[in-house]
């Protein structure tokens, strides 16, 4: 989910360096880890990696960021206004995974946008960070410009989700730029359209363009992460991906007190046909 989402669905290098090791020090005696690209968020080195087990295949496939990014995500002041509609976004991090990954694995790269203001229905207004894993290119996303409204198949829909459009909806009122289509999990919701009240604090989204599924996107809030917490959520299964691949099965977020720095975990690969 994303700016602008929620107006169309209802209306630094230390601690880079210590989080790395940190992660090679808790998992090095479980498997051969490989280091992807690195990038920078709020002045803290993030970076990408994988686990391979003894025949080279992914176990896991994951992402460190330092508790000092999320502490420095910048916080609207009281004369601060939400971009407008229709302004000219980007992501504020943009990260590949490593090749083995992206070369064995559903997943390419990560896009990541810090929402201070939240946004919109109610429920997510609390400032929070959008981790969208994309398993198309990062050229392929930038192409995303919602020309293309087809909706995502009621019969694709993962379990436990509700249609990321739902029927007989005007599509053009819930595609986003940059991102597409986004289904909610069914427990996000109070009754048939309408969402728990209160703030939410974690949520795991399912993305779609052009009728395919694209990303999975854990949606955690500043505050939750914050207290440096570890959590699990269910990864949406798509019932078709157009692709035979490896597909993860589990997400988790684990704090790394020693490194302080958070670990966000894709795991329990699976093979999974077209």
């Known amino acids: 989910m994303g700016r602008g989402f929620a107006r169309r669905i209802l209306v630094a290098a230390t601690a880079g360096l210590l989080a790395t090791a940190g992660l090679l020090l808790a998992q090095a005696t479980q498997g051969q880890m490989v280091m992807g690209p690195e990038g920078t968020l709020f002045g803290s080195k993030v970076s990408s990696w994988a686990r391979l087990d003894g025949q080279g295949k992914v176990l896991e496939a994951g992402l460190t960021i330092p508790a000092a990014a999320v502490e420095k995500a910048p916080l609207p002041g009281p004369n601060d206004k939400p971009p407008a509609e229709g302004a000219d976004l980007a992501p504020d991090l943009v990260l590949e995974f490593p090749a083995v990954v992206r070369q064995n694995t559903f997943l390419d790269h990560l896009e990541l946008w810090w929402e201070g203001f939240g946004h919109p229905p109610e429920r997510y207004l609390a400032p929070h960070f959008d981790f969208h894993f994309f398993g198309v290119s990062a050229a392929e996303v930038a192409k995303i410009d919602c020309k293309d409204l087809t909706p995502p198949a009621l019969e694709l829909t993962p379990a436990g989700y509700a249609p990321a459009v739902p029927p007989g909806a005007n599509a053009a009122e819930f595609c986003v730029p940059l991102m597409g289509f986004h289904g909610l999990p069914m427990s996000e919701f109070a009754a048939p359209g309408q969402l728990k009240p209160g703030l939410f604090d974690k949520v795991m989204i399912a993305g779609f363009y052009k009728g395919g599924f694209i990303f999975s996107e854990p949606m955690v809030t500043r505050e939750f992460l914050l207290k440096k917490?570890?959590?699990?959520?269910?990864?949406?299964?798509?019932?078709?991906?157009?692709?035979?691949?490896?597909?993860?099965?589990?997400?988790?977020?684990?704090?790394?007190?020693?490194?302080?720095?958070?670990?966000?975990?894709?795991?329990?690969?699976?093979?999974?046909?077209?």
């Open 229 to 274: 917490q570890d959590f699990s959520l269910e990864v949406p299964q798509p019932v078709k991906l157009g692709r035979a691949t490896l597909y993860p099965r589990s997400f988790k977020l684990t704090y790394d007190a020693k490194a302080d720095a958070y670990h966000f975990v894709y795991g329990d690969f699976a093979m999974v046909g077209q």
